[in-house]
Every structure is written in structure tokens, then in C-alpha cells.
């Protein structure tokens, strides 16, 4: 079978990593296709190489440039920004701000309104969701792309970034009766971006948890909905380290007669460089001046591959703290990812703002922590997905809320993890891979494509689907998505 990929970007890439290589080992052909090819290309670095039953289009997927653009663009920011109207999202005014650029002109003044219940923005942003789907026509452009590739079936993701271009992949596939599919890519994307507009015919979703938000927030019927368990994160569950423990502290230039707490950074669009800078120098200042065994604690702090520009001229001024690697590493490459696995794996606890690198970390049974701080309130419990993480939810997170309290639970961590390595592994049973520790989630998703594929019509039928776009009341249109 021959399976179409698109993606937005090629840092996408890592989430489907391990799909790509097991649908290939299986004998499908897969072409793959970016929104954009400008952002984060090390993605493709993990690919398969010299096989020619794997393509990558290194132009961009085509976007439609017809009389249909700015109605497009205008209903499905409408309801990407209505969604967090819903009175679910009172607290989490982050999320709101950030999608305010996707309003049209005419609805500007949404941005005054206060939160409304669940029903009325619901209905909201189904009416904004019905106009899309009838008043914005398959893309021809796209329409032609599908043709010439003639896959079996499609695969998009994220799908949910504001006014996604990729509705109209669904849109015209679905009209040529190529069946589509939405892998769902990480653990915030249904809560933190746009909506699902059109529904593809399946949606892969992590575990229960995302399924409930796919039902609720995106209207997708449960029937549609496939838990597979987290594929980006198979990798971490039969490593073993590279280095032992005494060789990799010398690697980094930390002392190996004792432990260290790493601080994994997060994105900046959760943590500004310079806060986060801020927050671990006051961090590690309030560790050297505690009584007991964490005055002398080492402090690893690993930069997130895509918020290090602050980190790379950052001094510590401490000799028992290193920031490592300081210009960022994605681990993406084999060598990278060793690494990363090495840094978890021999870490006393870790220590985080809000990042997937957390999750990962329960993967390897290290207990984490974290700080309610000021600086970072809309970006933790100020987004949806950061509730998970808290034990009221079911989740692993000790969590603090002010320094001297974090100060507290780090030496109870590190004096006896037992308890929290079981709030770990609890976790990671619910959420990382919900239907069986020993049930690999890429080698589920991948069978539940297989599944899927079908061959597609006649190329002779296929094309029969298409009809000219009826253009007469596109500029209507426009001039009415544009008051």
C-alpha cells in the first residue's frame, strides 16, 4: 500500500519516527509531505535512507490560492477562537490570548466577551465548523497533488494549528474517496490549539484522556476514535544507558561521588528564555542555602532544543552545576538520544516548568517535581494539559508551591523515591501506554493504518470526482467574511 504523510513541519517528524520505519519493514511505500519544510529539518535526520519505497516532496504541500482563501482562513480562525470561550477554558486566559491573531476583522470585538457556558460557545464554533464544510469547496490544487500521488491512504498532523491548511487535504481527499486518518501527535495538542474542523475518518489518540477531549472539545464521535497508546515515546522503553553513571558525569563535567537533580527546560512558548534563566539561578541559590544533603546536590540543567538561545551565554557561577548540551541538542539521531536517554536514566529526580520531557521521565521511573511559580502561571495550571500531570488527577507531578516547599519534597524524594516511583508507573500505565505496559503503541498504530488503506478508485474515476469549482459566489463570500 502506498500511504501519503503530511505533516506541518519536519520536526514532526519524531512523533512518527518509529511508524515510518515499521510501516517500510512491512512493506508499504510511504510518501511524505510537509506545510512547510523551514523548521527544525535535523526531524528528518531518524528516516530511512536509500529506500525507495520511502519518498519525501521537499515543496511545500500546495495551499489553495482560489476565491475560496479568505473565507477560509476567516471560519476557521472564528472557530478556533471561539472554542476558548467555552467556560472550560476560564482559566486559561494564555490560550486565548494566543489564538486572538486568527479572528477575522469582523469579529474582533469576541475578544471582549467573557467566558460563556460549554453549550453557547459549543454552538458557536459548530456554526463556524458548518460554514467551513459548506461553504468552502475542495481546494482543485490539492485535489491534483492527492491524484499524482495516489496514495492509499492519508495521514495528516497536527491537523489543530490555527486555521489549518490542512482541512482542505481532508476536505479533498474525502472527496476523491481516499480515506483519512488524524495522529494525534502530542499530549497537548487537542487543548492548546485549533479546533478539528473536518472530520477525518479515524483519529488516533494517545489514551482515554485524549479521547474524552476529542468528543468534547472537537465533536468527534467516539466511534471514530482509536486509543493506541503514545508511539513518540516507544523509544525510551528498552534502552538501556550507554554510559555508566561515573562516565557520563565526567562527560559532562559534573563530580561523580554524588547525585544530581536535572531541570529539563521547556518550549519558550511555555517558558521565555530569560524567566526561565531566572528561575533556576534563584532555584539553585535556594538549594545551596538549605540545611542538609541538597546544599551539595549537583544540578544538571538540560536546555530545550528550541529555547536555548539565553542558555548558550548563561554561567552558573557554580561548581557543582553544568548546563548541558549549552547550544541545545534535539534527540532525533541515535548518538543525541543516547544522550538524552543517559541524562534521565542517571538523575537522582528531575525537575521541570511544564515539558514532555517530564513524561519521559516517568518512562524511566525517576521521581519529578515542580514549582508553581508566578512567572509561569498561564503556562502551567493556566493550560488544560498541566492538570493531568497533578496527583489530584491521577498524576505523578510533586508539586510546590513556593521554593521552600519544593525545597521540602526534594529531600523526601531523594532520602526515599519508593513512593513516588509507584505515582510514576501508575501513570505511565494510564497515560503512556493505557493498553498494556507490554503493548507496543507504534506497532498498534501501525496496524490500525493497515486497517485503514484501501486501494483507491480508478485514476479515471477518480477524476470523474472532481468537478469545477463554482466560483460565482466566492467574492460574495469574501466580502462577507471580511466585514
Not at 61 to 81: C, E, L, M, Q
Not at 191 to 210: A, C, E, H
Request: net charge neutral; hydrophobic share 40%.
Amino acid at each position: 500500500m502506498k500511504i501519503c504523510f503530511l505533516l506541518h513541519y519536519p520536526g514532526y517528524v519524531r512523533y512518527f519516527d518509529s511508524v515510518f520505519n515499521e510501516l517500510v519493514k512491512r512493506g508499504h511505500s510511504i510518501h511524505l509531505v510537509f506545510n512547510g519544510t523551514w523548521k527544525q529539518p535535523e526531524g528528518l535526520a531518524t528516516l530511512p535512507e536509500n529506500d525507495p519505497n520511502f519518498t519525501i516532496d521537499f515543496e511545500d504541500f500546495p495551499t489553495r490560492a482560489d476565491g475560496y482563501y479568505f473565507i477560509a482562513k476567516s471560519v476557521r480562525g472564528s472557530a478556533d477562537y471561539v472554542r476558548y470561550l467555552d467556560r472550560r477554558f476560564k482559566d486559561t486566559p494564555y490560550l486565548r490570548r494566543r489564538m486572538e491573531g486568527a479572528l477575522p476583522n469582523g469579529l474582533k470585538f469576541l475578544r471582549r466577551s467573557p467566558s460563556l457556558p460549554s453549550s453557547v460557545a459549543g454552538a458557536m464554533r459548530r456554526y463556524f465548523v458548518r460554514q467551513d464544510r459548506r461553504r468552502v469547496p475542495s481546494a482543485k490544487v490539492v485535489e491534483d497533488y492527492l491524484l499524482d500521488v495516489a496514495p492509499d491512504l492519508l495521514v495528516v498532523s497536527p491537523l489543530v494549528n490555527k486555521r489549518s491548511w490542512q482541512t482542505d487535504a481532508v476536505k479533498s481527499a474525502q472527496k476523491l474517496g481516499i480515506p483519512v486518518a488524524l495522529c494525534v501527535a502530542s499530549w497537548d495538542h487537542l487543548t492548546t490549539k485549533g479546533m478539528i474542523r473536518l472530520k477525518p475518518d479515524k483519529v488516533f489518540v494517545w489514551n482515554p484522556l485524549q479521547l474524552k477531549e476529542a468528543v468534547e472539545l472537537h465533536d468527534v464521535p467516539a466511534s471514530d476514535i482509536v486509543v493506541t497508546g503514545a508511539q513518540p515515546f516507544d523509544k525510551w522503553f528498552d534502552r538501556r544507558p550507554s554510559a555508566d553513571r561515573e562516565q557520563f558525569l565526567r562527560k559532562v563535567g559534573l563530580p561523580a561521588d554524588r547525585g544530581y537533580v536535572l531541570f529539563v527546560g521547556s518550549t519558550s512558548s511555555i517558558s521565555e528564555p530569560s524567566r526561565e534563566v531566572d528561575f533556576v539561578k534563584r532555584w539553585i541559590a535556594r538549594l545551596r542555602s538549605s540545611d542538609g544533603p541538597l546544599r551539595d546536590i549537583s544540578v544538571f540543567v538540560r536546555p530545550h532544543p528550541f529555547n536555548c538561545s539565553l542558555w548558550k551565554d548563561t554561567e552558573l557561577d557554580d561548581p557543582h552545576a553544568v548546563i548541558y548540551p549549552k547550544a541545545g541538542a534535539n534527540p532525533v539521531d541515535e548518538g543525541d538520544r543516547a544522550d538524552y536517554f543517559d541524562t534521565i536514566h542517571h538523575a537522582d529526580a528531575v525537575m521541570g516548568i511544564n515539558t514532555s520531557a517530564m513524561v519521559e521521565a516517568t518512562i524511566l521511573g525517576r521521581p519529578v517535581l515542580s514549582v508553581l511559580d508566578g512567572d509561569f502561571e498561564d503556562t502551567q495550571e493556566g493550560t488544560l494539559h498541566f492538570q493531568y500531570l497533578l496527583p489530584r488527577n491521577g498524576g505523578f507531578l510533586e508539586v510546590a508551591k513556593t521554593l521552600d516547599e519544593h525545597i521540602a519534597q526534594l529531600a523526601r524524594v531523594i532520602e526515599d523515591p519508593a513512593p513516588y516511583q509507584e505515582r510514576v508507573s501508575s501513570f505511565v500505565d494510564r497515560f503512556v501506554r493505557p493498553l498494556g505496559r507490554d503493548v507496543n503503541a507504534t506497532e498498534r498504530l501501525t496496524s490500525e493504518l493497515e486497517s485503514m488503506a484501501r486501494p483507491v478508485a480508478a485514476e479515471k474515476d477518480r477524476r470523474a470526482a472532481v468537478s469545477p469549482a463554482k466560483e460565482g459566489g466566492a467574492a460574495a463570500l469574501a466580502r462577507e467574511a471580511g466585514r
